[in-house]
């Protein structure tokens, strides 16, 4: 055989999620469980209840490709394309419902930085700690702790427990952990916006290390000048199908392609309802808070999606208290680009209402806070003070476009072209005179 | 696909073939999950480590208290504080074990949603963390041993034995309870307060030869009862009833067979159900 053998071979991939509607539990009954205690709860889970209202969303639909070893490869989609889920099934986390994995070679996986790092250990303990889960032996650690810790840059608190650490440097060392793993195949997610600029630039150096020893990589990422940076092919998921595995630039295009016709067609949303199509929904408690629907609305009180860049606009969410509560539970508004990169979370000031009963929470985005451009809003309550802390949350709920017309940011000054970016804010700005004579006013 | 030794194989339902040797590869996260454990639990405490000594200690004197000198129960030849910590050393054991492995895999659901090994280990490392509790207070056994003048026979050389088969079954209960824990938190409950009686229910505070013949079927049911009727055997030569060894042995067996038969069957949702 002459053909480059492969390092990962996908066949007919599929995951479902079953998300059930307005249910009052969210662990199957007790019941359930004593009427058949051994039943096999295989990946599309649940046994049926008639009470409940059931979807089931296909995270992953029948995906199949093949990876060469030493190939460096892009996942690219929206948020929900099904980029997370294919990562957690390559690395092991979660099993598919249908299809097929083969995987040659030691993988290793960074979902996150830091996984299990304790606050209460030293930096020491916990690089020992966390190369352990990553699957390193403690030799190798010690072998390449003085690496790991020189660059991390922490030397010095090295003894400290981390819980007294800036985040910065937590983050860093939480990197540099994952920055000396040794495999075969490593699937990254997204985790290389981290630390400060200088920091950022080293890690981005080690990833192409990492990269360049004939390693086989997955990369997941919003950022198109990464993918362009680090990988020779693209795969780009569109809600759970592979709509596109080749070259890094044909897959970036119809990305972009799939922005712009999803644009055209329905592109602005500004009523929601749970149960809308499209939208995905998460939730630790369902008993608790119930989620009425949510609006755009603009400050002419009328509900639109299109809205101008020099008028401020509101977004409301009308959400029922079920039942009088003990934690506070504070609405939260998350603001995504059409990327699917996040603006912003922003979160009310103050106590939230905890008394049974209806209540409508409002936001207002001023004028020029949103560049010119498309946006996603999730809305969600969350308690931060429980373990789960998320009553709802709905992502894709409402879409916005900021629009610009000629002459409404008096600051261009005669430019005309774009301005991008994912906000302007009016900042002020002030002028001083070096100017022996005269002010510069005057 | 090429039947190559080196590639794994993932699809719905057949993560077992190369489960167990993943365990064994993964033995030592087993080890540094267990060190975490015991690191972070006195951290910020002032006297430390000493509490592993001073719940033993303070239980055995209150139940020395209430069933030797309230309740004026019997305890043989041997002194009543020396029966009720020989009835404590498998207890605490087999109760911090279960307590803390029937949690552990909620505890750790970030581990779990984020990085793959075989989640077995986590409900074994927190038993490995018992066990450590375990050796530790056997000192006290020494001591108290020494202060009342007791001389130990051969049998107390079973110990290890003994200890290994209360972690036997901690771990067969931690893994059953750990995997409904991740499905039905209603455990997160019902086993704490199994516990807080369960101290009552064994023979801790008070000596097997109590319980009526007509009873022991019915008694013998707990798993630990027989138990600690084999530690005071080993440390006080008291004569175990061979009925509630048996009965405790083939529960523990169980135990283990449904905990890890669950437990499989369920693994491979947990990142999805945490």
Redesign the interface.
């Given at each position: 055989m002459t053909s480059r053998?492969f390092a990962i071979?996908v066949e007919n991939l599929s995951k479902s999620?079953v998300i059930s509607h307005n249910s009052k539990r969210k662990?199957?009954s007790?019941r359930e469980?004593l009427a058949n205690?051994?039943a096999?709860?295989?990946?599309v889970?649940a046994m049926p209840d008639e009470d409940m209202p059931k979807e089931t969303f296909w995270a992953l639909n029948d995906v199949s490709f093949r990876i060469g070893e030493g190939e460096r490869v892009a996942i690219i989609g929206g948020n929900g394309a099904g980029k997370s889920t294919l990562l957690?099934?390559?690395?092991?986390?979660?099993?598919?419902?249908?299809?097929?994995?083969?995987?040659?070679?030691k993988?290793s996986?960074l979902?996150?930085v830091g996984?299990?790092f304790?606050p209460?250990?030293t930096g020491r303990?916990n690089i020992?700690?966390n190369g352990?889960?990553?699957?390193m032996?403690?030799s190798e650690i010690t072998a390449k702790f003085d690496q790991i810790v020189d660059f991390s840059g922490v030397e010095k608190f090295i003894d400290t427990?981390v819980k007294h650490y800036s985040s910065g440097m937590y983050v860093r060392l939480a990197f540099s952990v994952s920055a000396w793993l040794d495999p075969d195949i490593l699937i990254v997610d997204e985790v290389l916006s981290v630390g400060d600029q200088a920091f950022q630039r080293r890690c981005a150096e080690r990833m192409k290390e990492l990269t360049g020893a004939g390693r086989t990589v997955l990369f997941v990422s919003h950022s198109m000048q990464a993918v362009k940076a680090m990988c020779d092919k693209a795969m780009f998921l569109e809600r759970g199908r592979a709509v596109h595995f080749g070259s890094v630039d044909d897959a970036a295009t119809q990305y972009v392609r799939s922005i712009e016709a999803d644009n055209t067609e329905s592109w602005g949303k500004a009523e929601f309802t749970p149960g809308d199509e499209g939208v995905i929904a998460h939730s630790d408690h369902q008993n608790k808070i119930r989620c009425h629907h949510a609006r755009i609305i603009n400050d002419e009180e009328q509900v639109t999606s299109q809205l101008p860049i020099d008028r401020p606009f509101f977004i409301e969410l009308t959400y029922e208290v079920l039942e009088d509560l003990d934690v506070s539970a504070v609405p939260n508004f998350h603001f995504y680009d059409e990327f699917g990169g996040r603006v912003f979370i922003t979160m009310p000031e103050g106590a939230c209402p905890r008394e049974k009963g209806v209540f409508t929470a409002r936001c207002e985005i001023p004028s020029f806070q949103l560049n010119n451009g498309r946006y996603v809003v999730m809305v969600a309550i969350s308690s931060f003070s429980l373990e789960a802390p998320l009553h709802f949350a709905f992502e894709y709920s409402l879409r916005l476009e900021v629009k610009e017309d000629t002459g409404m940011d008096v600051r261009r000054h005669g430019w005309t072209g774009a301005l991008p970016g994912t906000s302007r804010p009016r900042l002020d700005w002030t002028y001083s005179s070096h100017n022996r004579i005269t002010g510069f006013n005057t | 696909m090429t039947s190559d030794k080196n590639v794994l194989v993932i699809e719905n339902g057949v993560s077992a073939k190369a489960y167990w040797g993943d365990l064994w590869r993964h033995r030592e996260l087993l080890l540094f999950l267990a060190w975490r454990d015991i690191l972070v639990r006195y951290k910020q405490t002032v006297i430390g480590v000493s509490w592993v000594l001073i719940r033993p200690l303070l239980t055995m004197m209150i139940l020395t208290v209430v069933f030797g000198r309230i309740a004026n129960l019997s305890s043989g030849d041997v002194p009543y504080a020396i029966l009720v910590f020989t009835g404590l050393l498998p207890w605490f054991y087999f109760s911090n074990a279960t307590s803390e492995s029937s949690n552990s895999l909620v505890t750790n659901g970030n581990l779990l949603s984020k990085v793959y090994f075989p989640r077995m280990i986590v409900p074994a490392s927190t038993v490995l963390v018992g066990a450590v509790d375990f050796v530790v207070s056997i000192s006290v056994l020494v001591l108290l041993m020494l202060w009342y003048g007791i001389d130990p026979s051969w049998k107390i050389l079973l110990i290890p034995l003994l200890g290994f088969w209360v972690g036997l079954l901690s771990l067969g209960i931690g893994l059953l309870f750990s995997a409904l824990t991740v499905r039905y938190r209603d455990f997160r409950h019902i086993v704490p307060f199994m516990l807080q009686l369960g101290i009552y229910a064994s023979p801790v505070g008070y000596s097997t030869a109590l319980i009526p013949a007509q009873w022991a079927p019915l008694y013998y049911l707990n798993p630990i009862a027989g138990i600690i009727d084999a530690f005071r055997w080993a440390i006080i030569g008291q004569v175990p009833s061979l009925y509630g060894i048996v009965s405790s042995l083939v529960i523990t067996v169980s135990f283990l067979l449904v905990g890890l038969i669950y437990f499989r069957s369920a693994e491979s949702r947990f990142a999805d159900d945490i």
């Amino acid at each position: 055989m002459t053909s480059r053998p492969f390092a990962i071979e996908v066949e007919n991939l599929s995951k479902s999620y079953v998300i059930s509607h307005n249910s009052k539990r969210k662990a199957r009954s007790l019941r359930e469980l004593l009427a058949n205690p051994f039943a096999r709860q295989d990946a599309v889970g649940a046994m049926p209840d008639e009470d409940m209202p059931k979807e089931t969303f296909w995270a992953l639909n029948d995906v199949s490709f093949r990876i060469g070893e030493g190939e460096r490869v892009a996942i690219i989609g929206g948020n929900g394309a099904g980029k997370s889920t294919l990562l957690k099934i390559l690395s092991r986390i979660t099993e598919p419902t249908s299809g097929k994995v083969a995987i040659r070679g030691k993988v290793s996986s960074l979902l996150e930085v830091g996984t299990g790092f304790h606050p209460e250990l030293t930096g020491r303990e916990n690089i020992y700690l966390n190369g352990a889960i990553l699957g390193m032996r403690r030799s190798e650690i010690t072998a390449k702790f003085d690496q790991i810790v020189d660059f991390s840059g922490v030397e010095k608190f090295i003894d400290t427990p981390v819980k007294h650490y800036s985040s910065g440097m937590y983050v860093r060392l939480a990197f540099s952990v994952s920055a000396w793993l040794d495999p075969d195949i490593l699937i990254v997610d997204e985790v290389l916006s981290v630390g400060d600029q200088a920091f950022q630039r080293r890690c981005a150096e080690r990833m192409k290390e990492l990269t360049g020893a004939g390693r086989t990589v997955l990369f997941v990422s919003h950022s198109m000048q990464a993918v362009k940076a680090m990988c020779d092919k693209a795969m780009f998921l569109e809600r759970g199908r592979a709509v596109h595995f080749g070259s890094v630039d044909d897959a970036a295009t119809q990305y972009v392609r799939s922005i712009e016709a999803d644009n055209t067609e329905s592109w602005g949303k500004a009523e929601f309802t749970p149960g809308d199509e499209g939208v995905i929904a998460h939730s630790d408690h369902q008993n608790k808070i119930r989620c009425h629907h949510a609006r755009i609305i603009n400050d002419e009180e009328q509900v639109t999606s299109q809205l101008p860049i020099d008028r401020p606009f509101f977004i409301e969410l009308t959400y029922e208290v079920l039942e009088d509560l003990d934690v506070s539970a504070v609405p939260n508004f998350h603001f995504y680009d059409e990327f699917g990169g996040r603006v912003f979370i922003t979160m009310p000031e103050g106590a939230c209402p905890r008394e049974k009963g209806v209540f409508t929470a409002r936001c207002e985005i001023p004028s020029f806070q949103l560049n010119n451009g498309r946006y996603v809003v999730m809305v969600a309550i969350s308690s931060f003070s429980l373990e789960a802390p998320l009553h709802f949350a709905f992502e894709y709920s409402l879409r916005l476009e900021v629009k610009e017309d000629t002459g409404m940011d008096v600051r261009r000054h005669g430019w005309t072209g774009a301005l991008p970016g994912t906000s302007r804010p009016r900042l002020d700005w002030t002028y001083s005179s070096h100017n022996r004579i005269t002010g510069f006013n005057t | 696909m090429t039947s190559d030794k080196n590639v794994l194989v993932i699809e719905n339902g057949v993560s077992a073939k190369a489960y167990w040797g993943d365990l064994w590869r993964h033995r030592e996260l087993l080890l540094f999950l267990a060190w975490r454990d015991i690191l972070v639990r006195y951290k910020q405490t002032v006297i430390g480590v000493s509490w592993v000594l001073i719940r033993p200690l303070l239980t055995m004197m209150i139940l020395t208290v209430v069933f030797g000198r309230i309740a004026n129960l019997s305890s043989g030849d041997v002194p009543y504080a020396i029966l009720v910590f020989t009835g404590l050393l498998p207890w605490f054991y087999f109760s911090n074990a279960t307590s803390e492995s029937s949690n552990s895999l909620v505890t750790n659901g970030n581990l779990l949603s984020k990085v793959y090994f075989p989640r077995m280990i986590v409900p074994a490392s927190t038993v490995l963390v018992g066990a450590v509790d375990f050796v530790v207070s056997i000192s006290v056994l020494v001591l108290l041993m020494l202060w009342y003048g007791i001389d130990p026979s051969w049998k107390i050389l079973l110990i290890p034995l003994l200890g290994f088969w209360v972690g036997l079954l901690s771990l067969g209960i931690g893994l059953l309870f750990s995997a409904l824990t991740v499905r039905y938190r209603d455990f997160r409950h019902i086993v704490p307060f199994m516990l807080q009686l369960g101290i009552y229910a064994s023979p801790v505070g008070y000596s097997t030869a109590l319980i009526p013949a007509q009873w022991a079927p019915l008694y013998y049911l707990n798993p630990i009862a027989g138990i600690i009727d084999a530690f005071r055997w080993a440390i006080i030569g008291q004569v175990p009833s061979l009925y509630g060894i048996v009965s405790s042995l083939v529960i523990t067996v169980s135990f283990l067979l449904v905990g890890l038969i669950y437990f499989r069957s369920a693994e491979s949702r947990f990142a999805d159900d945490i």
